[in-house]
């Protein structure tokens, strides 16, 4: 999700002219609801006048608590100041009210509308002055929930923002860790098989031509098709083929057509790691060994499985290395509780099984 805080204020504005246009709604229903029990005119001129003197001290206060109270002190954590200077605004501003009540909306009203004599003791405050401290407060608890609100959320957006962004640079740097991991493995392949037999060493490049060519240009991208994938992951067994003789080596694979996992999407070279891991400890020139690989599509999941043989030379080996970690770190990174990857191993085989969720896209060519 990006972050607009354009749009963030420009929706607190509308919202506060919204509560603005309907106080001034109700004060013109009010006034309009006296007038009709005097045979006077719903609306007229002093009507307006009289209320734009009673709202213009509302906004005020709104104004001063909006603009330069809550931006200048309490959001940056001056918060005994802000209450303090909000408790002095309320006050000023109701000194001016009670100026404007006395000295204007009294004296200026018709005769039917004078307020009647005091029955009681003159200190008594009245009724319309009481209200307005109440209407100060109201103002000013509600400008208050409000911009909180929105601040909260600008901050949990930010917040998520940057976990995003630190989430992004780590994947960047693991996959950017394959590659070198990669390209190392194919040349030492290469630079074996060119002293053993230089026909099989060319035809070594050439696939290894097209899985840079993959790497460089698919892998850049966050998710690419599940059908790209099991081509990358064909093309990386046809190279082991050439290199490693069928006599010894057996190498199968069960992967899905093209059109049957047409719209899935996924994370590129997930599996890489496994299947490198898989002929760099399982294979022996001298003992008979296997690789097989599986990958299905399954009730909502796709299901990698990858074993390879073990040799009593290498059983004490964990495997443990820089690259397994590193898929399991992108895996939490981009999956989070939501895989499931089991490894066993025997004195006979190694085993991988990894089990993604499945997401769908209406291209499969993205």
Known sequence: MVINPTNNKRLETLIYACLWLIAVILFLLDIMRAHSYTGL????????VRLTITMLPFMALFALNNYLLIPRLLKRGHYTNYFISAILSIAVIWFWQRFLFFNIL???RPIEFQLPPHPGPRHVLPLPLFLDIIYDLL???????ISLL???FADRLQHESLMKENAENQLTYLKAQINPHFYMNMLNNIHGMIEIDPAKAQDMVIEMSRLMRYMLY???RPEIALSAEIGFINDYLALMRVRYPEDVVSICATTPRS???AGITIPPLLFLVFLENAFKHGISYTDGSFVSVDLSVEAGKIIFRCMNSMHPGRRENSREGIGLENVKRRLDIIYGDKYRLDINHTDAAY?????LPLYETEDSDN
């Open 351 to 355: 085993t991988v099984n990894l089990t």
């Open 106 to 108: 009294i004296a200026g």
């Open 41 to 48: 005119p719903l609306l007229d001129r002093q009507s307006v």
């Open 139 to 145: 103002i000013i608890g509600v400008n208050l929930a």
């Open 150 to 152: 929105f601040q909260q």
């Open 218 to 220: 698919e892998s850049s």
């Open 259 to 261: 059109m049957d996992v």
